[in-house]
């Protein structure tokens, strides 16, 4: 499985746009890319997932760039309830991954 | 709601003692997972299922933990001789098939005196 790299910490202020950047230098040809949030005390949550390019959902945006060693997860005018551990994670979906390797992510923290 | 639920959701015991969770996965969902996640980590995996077979088992599952879906629908998770080592918060996701996204639970936080 693909280690990844993230920030531990973020700042951010309510209403400003956050990007939140994973490194992924031995990603696989078949893995995919996923992002899950957790808040304090209740399970992950996914948010997006994608393989190239970009994807966007009503949630959050993700981009890949065309050598997919890094994504970029971003969350617009972010409010506090986005006050929340986020976890970027690869794995081969062609062959059926299993298992989800989660690192220890990045804690944002929104304020007013 | 029709989410992953998860009982009890908190549980203190003290060393030695047995204690078993429970999970519901979502009913569609062949696919069930066990986590386990200790404070300022991301969950790891521990064994899941696809529907009554369990298939993958993490060398973090010792053998005083066991985990059972006997009708392919809910799950159990038992661990013996408790630790203060396995205090934990237990996770439990569920998916539809194996390219599906897992969806979590609440979890069960374990804390062993």
């Known amino acids: 499985l693909a280690k990844t790299t993230q920030p531990i910490s973020m700042d951010s202020y309510e209403g400003q746009e956050v990007n939140i950047t994973c490194s992924h230098n031995?990603?696989?040809?078949?893995?995919?890319i996923t992002w899950y949030q957790q808040f304090p005390s209740q399970g992950p949550r996914f948010i997006i997932q994608?393989?190239?390019t970009k994807v966007t959902n009503e949630v959050a945006s993700l981009f890949i760039p065309a050598d997919r060693k890094s994504s970029t997860l971003s969350l617009p005018r972010v409010s506090l309830s986005d006050t929340a551990v986020y976890y970027c994670?690869?794995?081969?979906?062609?062959?059926?991954?299993?298992?989800?390797?989660f690192g220890k992510g990045t804690m944002l923290l929104v304020s007013p | 709601d029709t989410g992953v639920s998860q009982d009890p959701r908190h549980k203190i015991t003290k060393r030695g003692q047995n204690v078993t969770f429970r999970c519901d996965p979502i009913?569609?969902?062949?696919?069930l997972y066990w986590y386990r996640q200790t404070l300022g980590q991301g969950p790891e995996f521990l064994t899941y299922?696809?529907?009554?077979?369990?298939?993958?088992k993490s060398r973090l599952l010792s053998d005083r933990f066991s985990a059972e879906r006997p009708k392919g629908s809910f799950s159990t998770l038992e661990i013996q001789r408790t630790e203060q080592g396995d205090s934990a918060m237990y996770l439990c996701?569920?998916?539809?098939?194996?390219?599906?996204?897992?969806?979590f639970g609440p979890g069960t936080r374990l804390l062993v005196l």
């Open positions: 994670l690869v794995g081969d979906i062609g062959s059926g991954y299993s298992t989800l390797t």
């Open positions: 031995n990603i696989a040809t078949n893995d995919y």
């Open positions: 994608g393989y190239k």
């Open positions: 009913s569609e969902h062949n696919r």
């Open positions: 996701a569920s998916s539809y098939g194996q390219w599906e996204t897992q969806y």
């Open positions: 299922f696809q529907n009554e077979a369990q298939l993958e």
